[in-house]
């Protein structure tokens, strides 16, 4: 009838029921083929349906993984190890899973080590020969064809270019000195100090 229903039982346990909506099934499934779901998989526990995953509804390339209990962080492991865990703010850490005392960033990665020289991440090209390193104290750029550059950007252009002999240019990408500052408009000075709480320059280069 529309009412029946089949449920399977091990040592006077349900493990397995058909209900209204699809399958009910109790303690963990094995399986030595393919596992296919026309819907969503629930994660409960106790009854309490604690994550589910589902392709997006209105765009079903998209898939989606949801903790849904307040407070819930989202674990990623290999080996049984903590890799990445996004939290229930939408941050997400990498190689660990509590935030550095005093700071709420939306990305952390922590090193495997306190040396500095260990980078944290890496920035490279396609083919890998030419990058950026970032550890917790250091950015170092490299290139094993050519020489290495560091660029800091604003509106498309390069407002300060460090070069691989450690010049440092500001108005310019190819410094020749330690430090070489360029305004490109002669009626500004290239290095200002003015006095506290005025726009009147006390030194004025340029």
């Given at each position: 009838s529309g009412e029946s229903k089949v449920e399977l039982y091990y040592d006077n346990n349900k493990k397995f029921e058909t209900t209204n909506n699809g399958v009910s099934v109790t303690g963990s499934i094995?399986?030595?083929?393919?596992?296919i779901t026309n819907s969503q998989l629930h994660l409960s526990d106790s009854g309490t349906i604690r994550g589910k995953i589902l392709l997006n509804p209105s765009d079903t390339d998209d898939l989606i993984i949801?903790?849904?209990?307040?407070?819930?962080?989202?674990?990623?492991?290999?080996?049984?190890?903590?890799?990445?865990?996004i939290?229930?703010?939408g941050r997400l850490m990498?190689?660990?899973?509590t935030l550095s005392q005093g700071k709420t960033p939306m990305l952390e990665v922590k090193s495997d080590s306190n040396t500095s020289a260990d980078f944290a991440a890496v920035f490279s090209s396609a083919n890998g020969t030419s990058g950026m390193g970032i550890s917790y104290s250091m950015i170092d750029a490299f290139n094993n064809t050519s020489n290495a550059t560091i660029r800091l950007r604003t509106n498309g252009g390069d407002a300060v270019h460090i070069s691989d002999t450690q010049n440092v240019g500001i108005g310019t990408t190819n410094p020749g000195q330690r430090l070489e500052v360029r305004q490109t408009s002669a009626s500004h000075a290239i290095i200002a100090c003015n006095r506290p709480n005025s726009d009147t320059?006390?030194?004025?280069?340029?």
């Open positions: 094995t399986s030595t083929g393919d596992l949801n903790a849904i209990s307040l407070g819930s962080n989202i674990d990623f492991k290999t080996v049984d190890t903590q890799r990445m865990r939290d229930s703010s990498i190689n660990t899973t320059f006390a030194v004025a280069l340029g």
